[in-house]
Nanobody
Framework: QVSLVESGGGLMQPGGSLRLSCAAS????????MGWYRQAPGKQRELVAR???????NYVDSVKGRFAISRDNAKSTVYLQMNSLKPEDTAVYYC?????????WGQGTQVTVSS
């Protein structure tokens, strides 16, 4: 049984930092491309950052220079370090795992940026 469990969300003031974690189980984590998506109220889900099993990371333009995605294959965990948070970063953040035609999603963690 595959499980992706996100943690680390919460309420943060603008300019603050949060670190999201996504712990995976039931998959061979190292071969999966991992990503973080987000969905704000009334908006479509968008890719925030992706880290392939091997290769370069990529980010949506709005978070470049502020967010950093990383992975620890030994812990089957992917992280999203979010710095200089802005109110427009408020959304539910979802972890995503993809390998060929297999794709899995976490249940999401709420991030709210507000003063």
């Amino acid at each position: 049984q595959v499980s992706l469990v996100e943690s680390g969300g919460g309420l943060m003031q603008p300019g603050g930092s949060l670190r999201l974690s996504c712990a995976a189980s039931g998959i061979i984590f190292a071969i999966y491309d991992m990503g973080w998506y987000r969905q704000a109220p009334g908006k479509q889900r968008e890719l925030v950052a992706r880290i392939p099993s091997g290769g370069r990371t990529n980010y949506v333009d709005s978070v470049k220079g502020r967010f950093a995605i990383s992975r620890d294959n030994a812990k089957s965990t992917v992280y999203l370090q979010m710095n200089s948070l802005k109110p427009e970063d408020t959304a539910v953040y979802y972890c995503n795992a993809v390998f060929t035609r297999r794709e899995y999603w976490g249940q999401g963690t709420q991030v709210t940026v507000s003063s």
